[in-house]
Nanobody
Framework: QVQPVESGGGLVQAGGSLRLSCAAS????????MAWYRQAPGKQRELVAA???????DYADSVKGRFTISVDIAKNTVYLQMNSLKAEDTAVYYC????????????????WGQGTQVSVSF
């Protein structure tokens, strides 16, 4: 399967907002939960938010109340609206088809796209 393509990153001041987009094939949305992950320099990749095919969502504690994941099935696109951004949100953000395992999520293909860089300045 073709990897999703992330876009929408950029440089923003702390307190600002960005909306990331992830374009994927229709088959992705039909059979997969979709999730956003991020990886900051020197740190492991971590889950940011996930959305299931039924519309249920899950968020990392660090972004609850600030980030919103949503899906536009007609456009085969997953969005991540990020508000009240903090310097610690600086990372490369990736989206991927995902599965839930216990209380966590993972990318079963372990294959990643280019990601999109989000940089938050003080």
């Amino acid at each position: 399967q073709v990897q999703p393509v992330e876009s929408g990153g950029g440089l923003v001041q702390a307190g600002g907002s960005l909306r990331l987009s992830c374009a994927a094939s229709r088959t992705f949305f039909a059979v997969n939960a979709m999730a956003w992950y991020r990886q900051a320099p020197g740190k492991q990749r971590e889950l940011v938010a996930a959305v299931t095919t039924s519309g249920s969502t899950d968020y990392a504690d660090s972004v609850k109340g600030r980030f919103t994941i949503s899906v536009d099935i007609a456009k085969n696109t997953v969005y991540l609206q990020m508000n009240s951004l903090k310097a610690e949100d600086t990372a490369v953000y990736y989206c991927a088809a995902s599965r839930k395992a216990g209380s966590g999520w993972y990318n079963p293909s372990n294959s990643w796209g280019q990601g999109t860089q989000v940089s938050v300045s003080f």
